[in-house]
């Protein structure tokens, strides 16, 4: 079957899984959409990796003579042992969004038995790769068993990863991955490609479902860094979707697994080809897809941040003043496209010998970044042979030394990552919404601390799209008198990190960006809460 035929005059083509099959390949597996991830915690933070060794079976509920009850729902019961197992499970708070998990909505699955004092739940959280889960499972059996009537409690640890915040306005081959992660450094040889690998298996290693998109047409490094059984991408012949390779349980596309080797094509056919390998791809449900994105700020650096809704990006620089220049350009574009820069990496720092540290290349580049960026969290990797012998090999270094300082470090990096990307996503999910009881909008812009409320029918007069305003006169197509006062809007939903599309009654979908949304008259004289009517 060819694939992006209609994009170059190379025809760039793939076995389907039958025609691997009749060769005597092992056809890769199907997507399928995976059950819940149901996990034991039993290792600490450093302590290594353990590879997808937790359990993703569906786990049977725990049977009592008590009715459940789901935490937050309207079928709650009153009962006191009910309400005070709640109360308690209360006191923990989630320190990613700053309330308790009753409120995050954490809590499924509660049982009591009040006669025998035994209390069952299930804290479901949002990412299997959640750092502080163990702390979760062991505060919640602390409060829960101080409560004087209750002998004997189980805790289940499950997640269910969210949804992506905006599925259904995505390409097909996007639309169950939860966060797309960009390891981006605009400058060639700074080690982008081991820091994007091995940040993969160490989420991987953390319980997350992962997959790897090395963006790099030209000279894809994917190939060579890790060592699948099956090196050649297929396509479904019944779906015509491409199906990953796959190596220690992280799906990966790369250009070089499309036997073509590297590509001698233009710009805008690079950014054609890319486009299609990601989007038609089936990646299935991923909590991460890390993307490896190729050097630069052009077309097609632009092309992948404008198709793909990018939840946030890890910078790699090393230290050296020209690293630098060419990195502080690839920030200020993720800045322009709304896509916030959680961490950066700063590669070949340093290297230790005879009792002394030595900084072959200088210092301060990665520091620089964090403070004319304003970036929260920087990570040194120092020069390893073995980092750069594992690169060869085929093997990550996380995977060949787990517990190891590069490992260690990749960690910190992981942990980092998942807790941004909640934040993020949190923020995201909640910057605009409507109170229905005061009949305003309410809008918080990520990364700010204000928050303000607009009257619905203001926002609606101030779209700027075609329908509303003439794009070759300017003249106001939309009238004042168009827009009843009592409009309400139907549906509010984020547009990546820069916009929403609203959904009015008249069936109309307006894009209201953040910054348009901040520079319309707000409401002053808030309105008294009305009933809300069911």
């Given at each position: 079957?060819?694939?992006?035929?209609?994009?170059?005059?190379t025809?760039?083509?793939?076995?389907?899984?039958?025609?691997?099959?009749?060769?005597?390949?092992?056809?890769?597996?199907?997507?399928?959409?995976l059950?819940?991830?149901n996990?034991?915690?039993?290792?600490?933070?450093?302590?290594?990796?353990?590879?997808?060794s937790?359990?993703?079976?569906?786990?049977?509920?725990?049977?009592?003579?008590?009715?459940?009850?789901?935490?937050?729902s309207?079928?709650?019961?009153?009962?006191?042992?009910?309400k005070?197992?709640?109360?308690?499970?209360?006191?923990?708070?989630?320190?990613?969004?700053?309330?308790?998990?009753?409120?995050?909505?954490?809590?499924k699955?509660?049982?009591?038995d009040?006669?025998?004092?035994?209390?069952?739940?299930?804290?479901?959280?949002?990412?299997?790769?959640?750092?502080?889960?163990?702390?979760?499972e062991?505060?919640?059996?602390?409060?829960?068993h101080?409560?004087?009537?209750?002998?004997?409690?189980?805790?289940?640890?499950?997640?269910q990863?969210?949804?992506?915040?905006?599925?259904?306005?995505?390409?097909?081959?996007?639309?169950?991955?939860?966060?797309?992660?960009?390891?981006?450094?605009?400058?060639?040889?700074?080690?982008?490609?081991t820091?994007?690998?091995?940040?993969?298996?160490?989420?991987?290693?953390?319980?997350?479902?992962?997959?790897?998109?090395?963006?790099?047409v030209?000279?894809?490094?994917?190939?060579?860094?890790?060592?699948?059984?099956n090196?050649?991408?297929?396509?479904?012949?019944?779906?015509?979707?491409?199906?990953?390779?796959?190596?220690?349980?992280?799906?990966?596309v790369?250009?070089?697994?499309?036997?073509?080797?590297?590509?001698?094509?233009?710009?805008?056919?690079?950014?054609?080809?890319?486009?299609?390998l990601?989007?038609?791809?089936?990646?299935?449900?991923?909590?991460?897809?890390?993307?490896?994105?190729?050097?630069?700020?052009?077309?097609?650096?632009?092309?992948?941040?404008?198709?793909?809704?990018?939840?946030?990006?890890?910078?790699v620089?090393?230290?050296?003043?020209?690293?630098?220049?060419?990195?502080?350009?690839?920030?200020?574009?993720f800045?322009?496209?709304?896509?916030?820069?959680?961490?950066?990496?700063?590669?070949?720092?340093?290297?230790?010998?005879?009792?002394?540290?030595?900084?072959?290349?200088?210092?301060?580049?990665?520091?620089?970044?964090?403070?004319?960026?304003?970036?929260?969290?920087?990570?040194?990797?120092?020069?390893?042979p073995?980092?750069?012998?594992?690169?060869?090999?085929?093997?990550?270094?996380?995977?060949?030394?787990?517990?190891?300082?590069?490992?260690?470090?990749?960690?910190?990096?992981?942990?980092?990552?998942?807790?941004?990307?909640?934040?993020?996503?949190?923020?995201?999910?909640?910057?605009?919404?409507?109170?229905?009881?005061?009949k305003?909008i309410?809008?918080?812009?990520?990364?700010?601390?204000?928050?303000?409320?607009?009257?619905?029918?203001?926002?609606?007069?101030?779209?700027?799209?075609?329908?509303?305003?003439?794009?070759?006169?300017?003249?106001?197509?939309?009238?004042?008198?168009?827009?009843?006062?009592?409009?309400e809007?139907?549906?509010?939903?984020?547009?990546?990190?820069?916009?929403?599309?609203i959904?009015?009654?008249?069936?109309f979908?307006?894009?209201?960006?953040?910054?348009?949304?901040?520079?319309?008259?707000?409401?002053?004289d808030?309105?008294?809460?009305?009933?809300?009517?069911?």
């Amino acid at each position: 079957m060819q694939l992006l035929q209609a994009l170059c005059s190379t025809n760039l083509s793939f076995p389907t899984s039958d025609s691997v099959l009749n060769r005597g390949h092992t056809s890769p597996k199907k997507s399928t959409h995976l059950p819940h991830v149901n996990f034991r915690v039993t290792s600490h933070r450093h302590e290594g990796v353990a590879w997808l060794s937790h359990n993703r079976s569906n786990s049977s509920p725990v049977t009592t003579r008590a009715v459940p009850v789901e935490a937050g729902s309207s079928t709650t019961s009153t009962s006191t042992a009910e309400k005070d197992v709640l109360k308690a499970l209360s006191q923990i708070i989630d320190p990613d969004f700053g309330t308790d998990i009753v409120s995050c909505g954490f809590v499924k699955d509660l049982l009591i038995d009040e006669a025998l004092g035994e209390v069952s739940f299930r804290l479901e959280l949002t990412t299997p790769a959640c750092p502080i889960k163990d702390m979760f499972e062991q505060k919640a059996n602390e409060v829960v068993h101080m409560l004087p009537w209750v002998t004997k409690v189980d805790v289940t640890m499950s997640a269910q990863p969210a949804r992506p915040v905006f599925g259904d306005q995505l390409p097909i081959g996007l639309q169950t991955i939860s966060n797309i992660v960009a390891v981006s450094s605009c400058k060639g040889g700074v080690g982008k490609s081991t820091v994007a690998v091995n940040l993969a298996y160490t989420l991987a290693g953390m319980g997350a479902r992962v997959g790897i998109f090395d963006a790099d047409v030209y000279g894809p490094s994917l190939p060579t860094m890790v060592s699948p059984d099956n090196r050649l991408l297929v396509v479904n012949p019944e779906k015509g979707t491409i199906i990953p390779t796959e190596y220690l349980g992280v799906k990966l596309v790369s250009f070089g697994f499309a036997g073509q080797g590297r590509a001698i094509m233009r710009g805008p056919m690079v950014s054609g080809v890319i486009n299609q390998l990601l989007t038609t791809t089936d990646w299935g449900e991923l909590d991460y897809l890390v993307i490896d994105m190729p050097p630069g700020t052009g077309d097609i650096q632009l092309t992948l941040c404008q198709v793909v809704p990018l939840t946030a990006a890890v910078i790699v620089t090393t230290p050296q003043k020209l690293a630098f220049i060419d990195v502080a350009k690839g920030v200020r574009m993720f800045s322009k496209l709304k896509v916030p820069c959680v961490a950066v990496v700063e590669n070949m720092c340093h290297f230790d010998a005879d009792g002394k540290r030595y900084y072959p290349f200088g210092r301060g580049s990665g520091s620089q970044v964090i403070q004319q960026f304003g970036i929260p969290h920087l990570f040194d990797l120092p020069i390893r042979p073995n980092l750069s012998a594992s690169g060869d090999s085929g093997m990550p270094e996380v995977v060949a030394d787990p517990l190891g300082e590069v490992a260690k470090t990749f960690q910190d990096l992981g942990v980092c990552v998942v807790q941004q990307c909640a934040k993020i996503r949190q923020q995201v999910s909640t910057a605009v919404t409507y109170d229905k009881s005061i009949k305003a909008i309410k809008v918080k812009v990520p990364d700010s601390d204000e928050e303000f409320l607009l009257h619905p029918a203001t926002i609606r007069r101030n779209d700027r799209s075609a329908q509303s305003v003439d794009e070759w006169t300017g003249e106001q197509k939309l009238q004042y008198a168009d827009v009843p006062e009592d409009i309400e809007p139907e549906d509010i939903r984020p547009m990546g990190n820069y916009a929403v599309s609203i959904t009015w009654p008249d069936g109309f979908s307006q894009i209201a960006p953040y910054d348009q949304l901040q520079t319309i008259e707000r409401l002053v004289d808030v309105p008294e809460p009305s009933p809300v009517q069911a």
